[in-house]
């Protein structure tokens, strides 16, 4: 990764005096071959996933689509490829049935408005930015424009869906990334250095963190670059340099995210040349559906979901008291590889009062792993001075004793005979609010019943005094 910062560092600073533009080279037709630009769709050495497909359509003679065709789309079983670079162009459609379920056979070709670079859907619609603060909703069938949103700042040449936050993120060559919401106000902005960016995608797993994938042209067009930028935090996390084999040629175009035939695909436009699908599935082994913390008395009960798990050894379960630093509180044990939804449940006991986070740290069994969300709860303070009967009981030779307190006091807790003989003093000392827990090893005392007594007395002159009996039985 390092090596790659480099070289992409290397290309930008040689390249300043370039301004980024949208290009379309030339429109190869009647049989005219491209010259050798296999390399453009081969991704760097380190790049994780896997190419299922490389359609190149700068090789088909009709239709002729490859002068300014951008798209990255994939909706309702098609792929649609659209042309920017003058109005009244097609979006050209193709099905699924190619090689790796990319683009196989052409379905149709339809008029849109024109002019518009990344294309993105909600589901239902599908959107398009012409590189100003307008973006277009199309009826998917037709391409015809049905509204129009004009954005309060900010240009939408790139353009991604948010399910989540139910908006657009939207950037154009240079400046920042802003989210919009559906009547074009602005929600959110990440700032961003980069300045040839194309191509978005919004990328999310139910229960795992979000991220946008920005498609770039580096200034000059012999390179491109990809980065993987957390939502969350605005920071870059990852990134890729593709080298191209002549200037403009497979330069970034759309980006999308993609469910296909049951496979997650990163789907990259190298404009005017070629679409890639890239497999992102199995680099999170969970697919996590749910995480939850709900608290009862001085337990948490921590409940998660998975849909499907790929060589999954475990979950370690992590908590964190608000200081940024998680400790490990438990270890659950996970299915192996799964086709079907998975339940698990963890509780930390005995929880002292404060605010909490806690995470998930999901361990593959060749030893990579990924973090679940994180979730927040508080344990509250008992409204009451409480001693509880001990667990296990009978118990050999150890057993637990929990009591809570209403307000901060210093405890004495003692152990007791029949015959009201101190045999243990289990703690002397000042306690907070809260739930606690003592242990007693009666190692070296005989069988029988002992009296456990607790004298409690709190820092607003409140006292408190319970006792409860015990049975040793070895």
């Known amino acids: ?80 490829f659209n042309r920017w670079n003058t109005t009244g162009l097609y979006t050209y459609r193709y099905n699924a049935d190619g090689p790796g379920n990319g683009p196989g ?40 424009t049905v509204k129009t949103f004009t954005l309060a700042g900010g240009a939408a040449r790139a353009l991604a869906w948010d399910p989540s936050r139910k908006g657009f993120w939207n950037t154009n060559f240079s400046g920042g990334i802003f989210l919009h919401d559906t009547v074009g106000t602005l929600k959110a ?100 559906t749910a995480f939850s913390a709900n608290v009862t008395g001085s337990d948490v009960v921590l ?54 986070s806690y995470r998930l740290r999901q361990m593959d069994y060749d030893g990579s792993y990924a973090y679940s969300s994180v979730v927040e709860t508080e344990v509250t303070a008992p409204v009451q001075f409480s001693l509880d009967q001990n667990y296990p009981n009978p118990f050999n030779p150890a057993t637990t004793i929990n009591f809570s307190l209403a307000v901060d006091s210093k405890v004495a807790m003692k152990v007791f005979d029949v015959l009201g003989k101190e045999v243990m003093t289990l703690a002397n000392t000042n306690f907070a609010a809260g739930t606690h827990n003592l242990s007693f090893n009666a190692a070296g005392l005989p069988s029988g019943v002992y009296v456990y007594k607790i004298e409690a007395s709190g820092a607003d002159g409140s006292n408190f005094s319970s006792m409860k009996k015990m049975v040793l039985n070895k």
């Open 1 to 80: 990764m390092k090596l790659l910062s480099t070289v992409f560092l290397f290309v930008f600073a040689a390249s300043l005096s370039l301004a980024q533009v949208d290009l379309a080279p030339k429109d190869y037709a009647g049989g005219e071959t491209p010259g050798p630009i296999t390399m453009d769709t081969i991704p760097p050495v380190g790049f994780p996933y896997a190419t299922v497909f490389n359609f190149n359509y700068s090789a088909i003679g009709s239709p002729g689509m490859n002068a300014g065709t951008v798209g990255a789309l994939f909706f309702n079983g098609k792929y649609y």
């Open 105 to 144: 056979t052409f379905a149709d070709s339809l008029t849109y408005v024109g002019s518009c670079r990344d294309l993105a859907t909600d589901g239902i619609f599908i959107y398009g930015g012409n590189a100003s603060t307008t973006v277009y909703r199309f009826d998917p069938n037709t391409m015809a």
């Open 189 to 288: 902005t990440i700032a961003s250095t980069l300045t040839g960016k194309y191509g978005m995608a919004f990328d999310s797993l139910a229960g795992q963190p979000a991220y946008l994938w920005v498609w770039n042209q580096v200034t000059g067009g012999l390179t491109n670059s990809l980065h993987k930028i957390s939502i969350e935090t605005g920071q870059e996390v990852a990134n890729y340099v593709f080298t191209t084999t002549a200037a403009s040629i497979g330069i970034s175009g759309g980006a999308e995210v993609a469910w296909v035939n049951n496979k997650r695909l990163l789907l990259l436009n190298y404009q005017n040349f070629a679409l890639a699908g890239y497999l992102m599935e199995g680099l999170i082994p969970v697919e996590f």
């Open 303 to 356: 409940n998660w979901s998975t849909a499907t798990e790929k060589n999954n050894r475990g979950f370690e379960i992590q908590r964190s008291s608000g200081n940024g630093e998680y400790f490990v509180v438990g270890y659950i044990q996970g299915n192996g590889t799964s086709l079907t939804p998975r339940n698990y449940s963890f509780v930390d006991k005995n929880v002292q009062t404060g605010s909490y």
